[in-house]
């Protein structure tokens, strides 16, 4: 199986402080949500996988920046409880760094599911896809993409099995979904493509 790219970095705040998530050989891992505010004044919170280890060489001094550098995962929620896909950010490096917020994301996989052309009510054309990005060891991670305007004309003409590469931002989005009668804020994660190429490897 090959090894895909999957590379992010982000800078943020922390929105929360850090609560224990699982232990995985040994070793602690922490959750908490970073607050990374986009050009346009909103604002992502995505979730962050780190190491105890991490955190405590962390010197963290109030409301100070957090770099991460790290990969996306995602793992299916089989408990019935939020959403089915759950999309984080686990931590290669954390980092504290003064600089403005940034959300940079690189990724090359396959597409494993007919890209979907559409239009937003407002008429803008949009394209949603799932991109299968294998890790070592035989995993993969299948990330929910979306393009916008020309960009999802192109994605929109690929077909399950084409390869590509992508550079854009991991963004989150709230929704309200019923259930039982009662409306519920969700919130997703998708990764919003901001360029595009062909990968032929």
Same mark, same amino acid.
């Given at each position: 199986?090959q090894?895909? +790219?999957?590379?992010i970095?982000?800078r943020?705040?922390?929105?929360? %402080?850090? =609560? ?5 050989h ?11 505010r986009?050009? &346009?004044? !909103? ?5 962050? *996988? =780190?190491?105890?280890e991490?955190?405590? @060489?962390?010197? $963290? ?13 995602t793992?299916? #929620?089989r408990?019935?409880?939020? &959403? %089915?896909?759950v999309?984080?950010?686990?931590? @290669?490096t954390l ?5 403005e917020?940034? #959300? %940079?994301?690189e990724? &090359?996989?396959?597409?494993c599911?007919?890209p979907?052309l559409? !239009?937003?009510? $407002?008429?803008? +054309?949009?394209?949603?896809?799932i991109?299968?990005?294998?890790? @070592? /060891? ?11 305007? &020309?960009? =999802? ?6 077909? *399950?099995?084409?390869r $590509?590469s992508l ?5 989150? @989005?709230? /929704?309200?979904k ?14 919003? *493509?901001?360029? $595009? ?5």
């Amino acid at each position: 199986m090959q090894t895909n +790219t999957n590379r992010i970095f982000l800078r943020g705040r922390m929105a929360a %402080r850090p =609560a224990l998530s699982h232990a995985n050989h040994g070793v602690d891992y922490f959750t908490f949500p970073l607050a990374v505010r986009r050009l &346009s004044g !909103a604002e992502d919170r995505l979730n962050i *996988v =780190a190491s105890r280890e991490q955190l405590e @060489r962390l010197s $963290l001094c109030g409301d100070g920046p957090v770099s991460v550098y790290g990969e996306v995962r995602t793992f299916n #929620n089989r408990s019935g409880v939020g &959403s %089915r896909l759950v999309v984080s950010v686990f931590a @290669r490096t954390l980092a504290q760094d003064e600089g403005e917020d940034e #959300n %940079r994301l690189e990724l &090359s996989g396959t597409l494993c599911k007919p890209p979907i052309l559409r !239009a937003t009510p $407002l008429g803008r +054309t949009i394209c949603d896809m799932i991109l299968a990005v294998n890790r @070592r /060891y035989g995993r993969a991670d299948y990330l929910p993409c979306i393009a916008w305007g &020309s960009l =999802a004309y192109r994605c929109g003409a690929m077909e *399950v099995g084409d390869r $590509l590469s992508l550079e854009g931002r991991l963004q989150s @989005r709230t /929704y309200t979904k019923e259930i039982d009668g009662q409306p519920q804020e969700r919130t997703a994660f998708e990764v919003s *493509v901001m360029s $595009l190429a062909a990968d032929d490897t």
